[in-house]
């Protein structure tokens, strides 16, 4: 029996504590069974999807409370947020989760909330897809035209648009953004793509009428598109001083701007006639759109004019025949050349009877006729040669001068288009062969 006013406890062994309350041993013993009160609560994860626009201010949402394990609904007492990649171009973010969206493109944020004792309730991820705000953003035109050279194996154009927007910014990487297109004409191939935050490029290859539906960050823009082949009546153009030509672009109504690069040599009006002032070569171009087609343009003395009108007829009219070269009707290279000349008052040395064409070579060297560089790409390209200017071709060991076997007259040049610099890509026109039907190949060039 214990003391009335005892003042000593008895521990777990007997004893009693200074208040009079069994005691325990300061111990753990774990069992099997768990009643659940030990289990700490670390949180839950949960993922949204965000669609914000550039320029957009705003705060990423937070819930107010939260149902836990236990179904107990918690008060969010706190927050942060933080960006996956502190250096996002897509949008800035606080950790309070005031944001400005600065950019285009996807990006992820997060967000835990707490209760009031510090305990983690909720990992939220924002999975954000940053778009343009297409609202009251137009195109610039609704409709284009465009050409290519009638002939040609590039049937490519390029269109560009502007993006008028109103009140909305536009971001700087916006040409990063996907942008989908399609064409009513099978016929007409089309892609489009932004070359930067306020132009759209299509590129077209064919020709026809086609609409194309435009889809650009969501919305729908309808072009019309109409490619047209053109094409000019000549490439190749002789004239004699004081002479006119008369050149057209086909395939369209519009006006054509003309203009020569040599206008000092031939000179070319708003209707396409070409004056010719003095000798020389020059080309004419044809601005239709954003193409350029052109027209080479020799200009020759009347005399020569008539020479080599006369290779052209020879050859036309006649029949080659070496052995009959000399008979009206008929020819050969060197026939051929020698007539042409001799009604000018050259004779290579013979008036009666056609030097063979080592021989008018020979001629055409003893006097120092000859063109330096001879039949080259730059000379052709610098128009260095001249419409009666004679080449002749070596490589026969036939024990002829400089073994010169074979000789053609040069009527001019013909211009096949421009390059990206806007250069004319220029071939030679020969009296009696197809254009171009020699490349340049270093062969000696004389002008008699």
């Not at 107010?64 to 947020?81: L, Q, Y």
């Not at 971001?171 to 935050?197: F, K, L, Q, R, T």
């Not at 823009?221 to 190749?236: D, E, H």
Request: aromatic residues 10%; charged residues 20%; neutral net charge.
């Amino acid at each position: 029996m214990m003391p009335e006013n005892a003042v000593a406890a008895q521990y777990g062994n007997g004893e009693y504590n200074e208040i009079g309350e069994e005691a325990y041993e300061d111990t753990y013993e774990d069992t099997d069974e768990d009643d659940g009160q030990d289990e700490i609560y670390e949180g839950e994860i949960q993922e949204q999807e965000l669609t914000v626009y550039y320029g957009e201010q705003g705060t990423l949402s937070s819930p107010a409370s939260w149902t836990d394990h236990s179904g107990v609904n918690v008060p969010i007492a706190s927050a942060m947020f933080t960006q996956k990649n502190a250096w996002d171009s897509i949008l800035t973010l606080d950790e309070k989760g005031v944001y400005q969206v600065t950019g285009v493109g996807t990006t992820e944020a997060e967000g835990r909330f707490y209760d009031a004792s510090g305990r983690l309730l909720l990992t939220r991820i924002y999975d954000i897809s940053s778009q343009i705000n297409m609202k009251g953003v137009t195109l610039d035109k609704t409709s284009v035209k465009g050409y290519v050279a009638r002939g040609s194996y590039d049937t490519s154009s390029q269109f560009s648009f502007r993006l008028k927007s109103a009140g909305n910014p536009l971001p700087a990487n916006a040409n990063d953004y996907e942008v989908s297109c399609s064409a009513s004409n099978s016929d007409m191939y089309v892609s489009a793509y932004m070359s930067d935050n306020r132009t759209v490029i299509l590129d077209t290859y064919g020709t026809g009428k086609t609409t194309v539906t435009l889809v650009i960050s969501g919305k729908t823009f309808k072009v019309r598109l109409y490619v047209a082949a053109v094409g000019i009546n000549r490439n190749s153009l002789l004239l004699a001083a004081k002479q006119t030509g008369q050149l057209k672009v086909t395939g369209l109504k519009e006006k054509v701007k003309w203009s020569s690069s040599r206008p000092g040599v031939v000179k070319v009006s708003s209707d396409g006639t070409v004056r010719a002032l003095k000798t020389g070569n020059a080309v004419i171009k044809a601005r239709v759109g954003d193409i350029t087609l052109g027209c080479a343009v020799s200009v020759v003395t009347p005399q020569h004019y008539q020479t080599i009108r006369q290779a052209v007829r020879i050859g036309a009219n006649g029949t080659y025949s070496q052995p009959k070269r000399m008979q009206k009707g008929f020819y050969d290279c060197s026939s051929l050349t020698w007539m042409a000349y001799k009604r000018s008052g050259i004779n290579f040395g013979d008036n009666y009877y056609a030097p063979v064409a080592a021989d008018q070579a020979k001629w055409c060297m003893q006097r120092k006729k000859y063109i330096q560089g001879g039949l080259s790409a730059s000379n052709i390209q610098n128009m260095k040669l001249n419409a009666g200017d004679l080449m002749f071709e070596e490589g026969n060991n036939n024990g002829r001068y400089r073994n010169i076997y074979h000789v053609e007259m040069i009527k001019g040049y013909t211009c096949y288009g421009f390059d990206a610099n806007g250069q004319p890509l220029l071939g030679i026109a020969w009296a009696n062969r197809p254009d171009d039907y020699y490349w340049p190949c270093g062969q000696l060039v004389c002008r008699p």
